[in-house]
């Protein structure tokens, strides 16, 4: 018989804890919630009900069951008022020793049959186990921010729980309408331990000025369609909880990405805590508020036009792949006049092909008029001459990522070029410099690097070199504008900040399936739901293709030479096979059969 649970003990009622007892008392559960002291139980309350009223403005939970949920929540700052519950779940602060005292005190309370939880992160279940009488009923209940939305649980079993305590736990989370994985002891579990080295590494970004705050927000957001970007996520989490996590991870994986980069330190010491002191990487209009306000890194109003761009009409583009198809149609589109240079007739006629195809489909769409579609078609003139970019008021370069290639083209260009003419490369791995170098004008050339396919996202990274100067990116800013693309801003690196930040993360929970701690299918599950991401590690690495993702791997290990960038074995093994996913129909997974 399934153990029931009616009455549930959550200690500790921040950021998790309320939020838990919000999803147990919503599944008809009554709560006795403990904390501190009354200051601490007022704020609860106030969470609670900001949270419901939001609930119930969205039409998801009525006034009646509104009221109905927050009455079967009672809170008391006595530990012993948990005399009668089934189940406690702990969400103080993550600090093992405090966990363990309450640990310690609860086992002596409550009835021996009741099963301990942690909402931990990342500590060990097996060390708070052990400081109670009955380790084999100590499980870890993993809950995601916000809880009442966020669908995962990852249930922690260790090397000592009861199979039919993990048993009735699955069942309960069930009912309680969550999506739970079971898995090991081991710190951060599945999806810290691949989120918190991503963000700890934008943290890095934004301490080194790599990129603005909102730059890498937005990049993640617009490049990989996140829900939100890191450092808002931090903010979210609440930096103080997300050190410690990373503390706790550094000490077990001794990896440098999980070491905490100083700025955490330096924020939390300041009382930056993010949303929940109403300040971090973001300030907000009070404590616990969502709502972001200006502040002194806000990008000024009319920052932006203090240098204004080069004229540009005429663009050409150098390329015939599916990145050069793909910004041919999108500045045809917006009006700007384009010579395609291929390297013969019948690359070109293709890629102009492609480009009729794409137009003529978003017109059966209504999202083009037939007019629109014959004037862009107009605008678009095709050579196999690079002297017919003479007159262009900027190149945008997108042949094979292969240095040599792209170099002899920048020579060429800067050689028929008109002067004053904005040199652009689509690269997305090697130095902009490189491209520069080539040429006698390194101050004009740029990177764009648009994310593909080209017509559809919105992302644009504009990459300045050690040379690029100021009106050069100030007209990479125009034009985004005029193509209805978000542009960000950073310097010439491997990986730039979307690469960068996605690769690595993808690489962790190769090494994760290496491992053998979870399955890729938990894998991407826990991804999905816990962390709300479009797409699971393996299910993007097939589509992006292996020998692909492998190669930005190297890339950004030799640039950075962090030991935990080294590609995993495994990837390598899937590249060698031929299994380079979707695109060879097997890869992390087979395609073949369907
Ligand atoms: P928080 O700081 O927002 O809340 C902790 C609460 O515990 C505070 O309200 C504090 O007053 C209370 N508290 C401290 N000592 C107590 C005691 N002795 N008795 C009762 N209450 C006490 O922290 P949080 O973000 O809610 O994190 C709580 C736990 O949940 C941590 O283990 C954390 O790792 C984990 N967690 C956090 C997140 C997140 O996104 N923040 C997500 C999943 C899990």
Known sequence: MAREFEVVGVVGLGTMGAGIAEVFARNGLRVVGVELDDAAIARARTHLEHSTARATERGKLTEQDAGALLERISMTTDLNDLSEVDLVIEAVPERLDLKAEIFAAVDKIVRPDVVLASNTSSLSLTELSVRTGRPARVVGMHFFNP??????????????????????????????????????????????????????????????????????????RFGCGYPMGPLALLDLIGLDTAYEILMTMYNQSKNLMHAPTPVFKQMIT?????????????????????????????????????????????????????????IVEVLAKAGLDVVVRGRSEGKIEAAVGAVKRSLDKAVVRGRLSEEDREAAIARIRATVNLEDMADCDLVIEAVAEEIDIKRAVFETLDEVCKPGAILATTTSSLPVIDCAAATARAGDVVGLHFFNPAQVMKLVEVVSTIATAPDVVATARELCTRLRKHAVFCGDRAGFIVNALLFPYLNDAVKMLEAHYASADDIDAAMKTGCALPMGPFELLDVVGLDVSLAIEQTLYQEFRMAGYAPAPLLEHLVTAGRLGRKTGQGFRDYSAR
Not at 191 to 200: K, M, S
Not at 281 to 298: I, N
Not at 303 to 316: E, F, I, N
């Open 270 to 326: 300041a009382g930056l805590l993010g949303r929940k002191s109403g300040r971090g990487f973001y300030s907000y209009d009070g404590p616990d508020s969502p709502k972001v306000v200006a502040d002194a890194h806000s990008p000024a109003d009319g920052a932006a036009d203090a240098v204004s761009g080069r004229p540009v009409q005429l663009v050409g583009v150098v390329g015939t792949g599916t990145m050069a198809t793909g």
């Open 147 to 220: 809880a009442p939305v966020q669908q995962l649980v990852e249930l922690v079993r260790t090397v000592v729980t009861e199979q039919d305590v993990v048993d009735d736990m699955v069942a309960f989370a069930g009912r309680i309408g969550k999506v739970p994985v079971v898995i090991g002891d081991r710190a951060g579990f599945i999806a810290n331990a691949l989120l918190f080295g991503y963000l700890n590494h934008a943290a890095r970004m934004f301490e080194e000025r790599y990129a603005s705050r909102e730059d890498i927000d937005a990049a993640m």
